[in-house]
């Protein structure tokens, strides 16, 4: 029993240094978007980020110290909304080596970037910009900033993540407008949609939402990890084994693409010999996404 338990706690460490490796490589890819593109076009991608930019350009304060600052009061509200401990602490670590490595790229980068082209600035900095997050997300972290804004939101305002993402980048784009000037604004509209193509293209493919189906003989337990570190409604199905002819619950479950992976190791690490398919959905509407409208 021992040995299984020392097994257990090894594949943990290296699943948690494999994840740490993601967060690491996606915050260098975010951080290398904002000196090369982005801060030398004055290009604003919303959060906590985008806000720096601004408060950069009158100031000339360090961006990375006003990014980690201003995401203390966040994910300290937002704890409890982040996947519990061990995925805040993914979070933290996101959000500490994306703010290190902006400002310690800026002592290699020129301040210029590589070009001066506002277009080339706009696709190839959202570009970046995305696969790094959705590196993060690979990684089972989160951004900080306006993912934890949107947990917020959905929460107590019963908003969709989706759309809370939308309200606060838009307001900081609509504030970089009247900073810089409205055609930079425009153009942040646009690294915000090629941003969130790329993140969902690397992360998980290009479908928003998933589906999830699964078999397990710990239904109760697998159920209570997920309303506990996801948040998210779980349906449970009766179902029949085709082979056994007994009884084995079916739960069902629909995520976003950022908490797939944390779904997939809750389900391993509770029930190693649990069932899953995970599917596409082209839309999800009711609590906790975009609410259910009559037509």
């Not at 500490?96 to 301040?111: H, K």
Request: aromatic residues 10%; contains cysteine; positive net charge.
């Amino acid at each position: 029993m021992k040995n299984k338990f020392n097994l257990f706690r090894v594949i943990k460490s290296r699943n948690t240094l494999r994840d740490l490796a993601f967060i690491f490589l996606g915050a260098l890819v975010q951080a290398l978007a904002m000196r090369l593109f982005l801060i030398p076009g004055l290009l604003v991608s919303g959060g906590i980020s985008g806000a720096a930019q601004i408060i950069n350009y009158f100031t000339h304060w360090p961006i990375g110290v006003m990014v980690l600052v201003g995401n203390i009061p966040l994910f300290l509200i937002g704890w409890r909304h982040l996947g519990g401990g061990r995925f805040a602490l993914r979070t933290a670590a996101a959000i500490i080596f994306f703010s290190v490595l902006t400002d310690l790229l800026a002592y290699f980068i020129p301040i210029q970037g590589i070009t001066s082209d506002l277009v080339l600035n706009c696709l190839y900095g959202g570009l970046l910009l995305g696969i790094g997050l959705g590196l993060v997300y690979r990684g089972r972290g989160t951004s900080g900033g306006s993912d934890v804004l949107g947990r917020i939101l959905n929460h107590y305002k019963g908003m969709s993540i989706s759309q809370a993402y939308l309200i606060t980048d838009a307001a900081v784009v609509l504030a970089s407008g009247f900073a810089f000037n409205w055609e930079r604004a425009l153009y942040g509209l646009i690294v915000i949609y090629v941003s969130g193509l790329a993140a969902e293209l690397t992360s998980e493919g290009m479908s928003i939402f998933r589906m999830a189906l699964i078999v397990t003989n710990k239904p109760k337990e697998i159920t209570q990890l997920i309303f506990d570190e996801l948040e998210r409604g779980v349906t449970i199905l009766p179902g029949t084994g085709g082979y056994t002819n007994k009884p084995r619950p079916v739960l069902y479950c629909v995520l976003t693409r950022a908490e797939i992976n944390v779904l997939k190791t809750i389900v391993s690490e509770t029930d190693p010999d649990a069932f899953m398919v995970i599917g596409q959905a082209n839309e999800a509407l009711g609590e906790g996404f975009r609410p259910l409208k009559k037509y």
